[in-house]
Nanobody
Framework: QVQLVESGGGLVQPGGSLRLSCVAS????????MGWYRQAPGKQRELVAT???????NYADSVKGRFTISRDNAKNTVYLQMNSLKPEDTAVYYC???????????????WGQGTQVTVSS
């Protein structure tokens, strides 16, 4: 059973930093794209950043220059370093991975359960 588990969320003051981690585990043949999305109360889920296995990173304009996405392929882990956090960054952050399970040939998206990030004074 494939699982994505996020960690690292919490409460931080404006201007502070957090580092999110997401580990994919359980019967994975290969992982292509990985990324982070977020959903604030009353808003739709939006893209934060993506990082293909062998391509260029992509960031939402709202986080560009402040957030950095990276991955460790050996550990099936993707990270999101968040600096200069703003109150508008407050949201539940979800990890996403496009992968092929070891038991099949079809690729699909998997999602984590989310981790809360709250930026407040």
């Amino acid at each position: 059973q494939v699982q994505l588990v996020e960690s690292g969320g919490g409460l931080v003051q404006p201007g502070g930093s957090l580092r999110l981690s997401c580990v994919a585990s359980g019967g994975i043949f290969s992982i292509d794209d990985m990324g982070w999305y977020r959903q604030a109360p009353g808003k739709q889920r939006e893209l934060v950043a993506t990082i293909p296995s062998g391509g260029f990173t992509n960031y939402a304009d709202s986080v560009k220059g402040r957030f950095t996405i990276s991955r460790d392929n050996a550990k099936n882990t993707v990270y999101l370093q968040m600096n200069s956090l703003k109150p508008e960054d407050t949201a539940v952050y979800y990890c996403n991975a496009h992968l092929r399970p070891s038991y099949g040939i079809m690729w699909r998206d998997y999602w984590g359960q989310g981790t809360q990030v709250t930026v407040s004074s």
